[in-house]
């Protein structure tokens, strides 16, 4: 079973970050902390740490990648 993968991102608009996803990657807004959530596998090269954040970071936006089993 693939790890599930997750990220913050504080500056920028829900939309945006959808438009920088691949498919195997989703975001939405945390209702408890009003910032955007980036939740998804890797597959087939498109990871988090080595496609996700830095296509985001290239239209300036920031984001940080967190482990929900940390305690």
Request: hydrophobic share 40%; glycine share 8%; charged share 25%.
């Amino acid at each position: 079973m693939s790890k599930v993968r997750m990220a913050t991102v504080h500056n920028a608009d829900l939309q945006t970050v959808r438009d920088y996803l691949p498919s195997n990657y989703k975001a939405y807004t945390d209702p408890f902390g009003g910032h955007i959530v980036i939740n998804g596998v890797d597959q087939a090269g498109w990871t988090l740490d080595e496609y996700v954040i830095p296509r985001l970071a290239s239209g300036l936006i920031v984001a940080k990648e967190f482990n929900y089993e940390e305690k």
